[in-house]
């Protein structure tokens, strides 16, 4: 090759790296500012889920880090594996996105978050909600939207054609492994919402055990991520340790780790659960609040008054005494 020519490409490499480079100094420092001046916003709702399209996941945390989650296939096992990366800055951001997709992302994600509703596109009022009169529209041959339509339809399974018993139970057995899967989806995305909003109040508390049993430990770390180890049915007694949502719900149903992790700070932190305590009790019948209450509540009396209370008393004593050995001689000496 010409030397001349190798010098012009080595020119616009160069200039290509240079302008790279600059591009990601200058996108660096624009999302800076962006999280800077959002960071309370962000802390005081707890983060936000910004990208959650299988297998790409990214979502912010209360304290500002962003976690990414991957998926790909093993080649030594054939089994698909999850990771979740902290990304602590702007910089490792922006290596990673695009950060047009990231403006977008915590766009969706506010007004999601918000309950509004999404931008109106392909309904029968866009052209009110746009502004525009039919009379300012022109018309491109065929329905778009039709179009659209029947290329949406053309790529679903074919239903199928239910004939007997048999073909039912199959359809019901497809249904079922589908809707499992839907379900440890939705299951591992709420441990990932929990994770990021933990993150904040875990580095305070630090590591907290949840379960500690001869065959499974739970786990929730500093970080706000829950750990697990357990020893499966078929593993002969060998211990699985179990990393990222995704292999947690496979185990573990989201509802029992929140009422097991309330139990474990409840017992770590009695001041948090006051409710659980119960109240305070002397052993002989007049606990504290007892005593407030009569305190507060019981007349006055002077001494005559208290004589003839104390007399009534006594009276009301022996009349039950009376009641009982009575009771007694008619029906017999009562059991324990």
Known sequence: ????????????????????GDFLVQSTE????????????????????????????????????????????????????????????AAELVELYNPADIYAAFGEAAKEAAGLSEEPT????????????????????????????????????AELELDDDEAGARRLYELALEFQERSQRAESRLLDDFEQAAAPASNLVGELVIVDDDDERLVLT?????RAEVVPEDADGEWRSLTGAEQLVEFYDPTDVFGDLADALAEAYPSVAPELAGTKDTGDGTGDDAAAAGDSDAPEMDGAEIDAAETDDEEAGDDDEEDDEEGAGAEGRPTA
């Open 1 to 20: 090759m010409d030397t001349g020519r190798n010098d012009l490409l080595g020119e616009i490499a160069a200039d290509a790296a240079l302008e790279r």
């Open 30 to 89: 624009q999302l800076r500012r962006f999280l800077d001046r959002h960071k309370d916003r962000i802390a005081t709702y707890g983060g936000l889920t910004l990208i959650d399209e299988e297998p790409d996941y990214l979502s912010i945390a209360g304290d500002g880090t962003f976690r990414s989650r991957t998926r790909f296939l093993d080649d030594l096992t054939g089994d698909w594996v999850s990771e979740t990366e902290v990304i602590e800055t």
């Open 122 to 157: 392909a309904t029968d009022d866009i052209l009110d909600a746009a502004g525009i009169a039919p009379e300012e529209t022109m018309t491109l041959g065929d329905d778009p939207y039709a179009a659209a339509a029947d290329s949406w339809a053309a790529g679903q399974p």
């Open 222 to 226: 500093s970080g706000g991520e829950f």
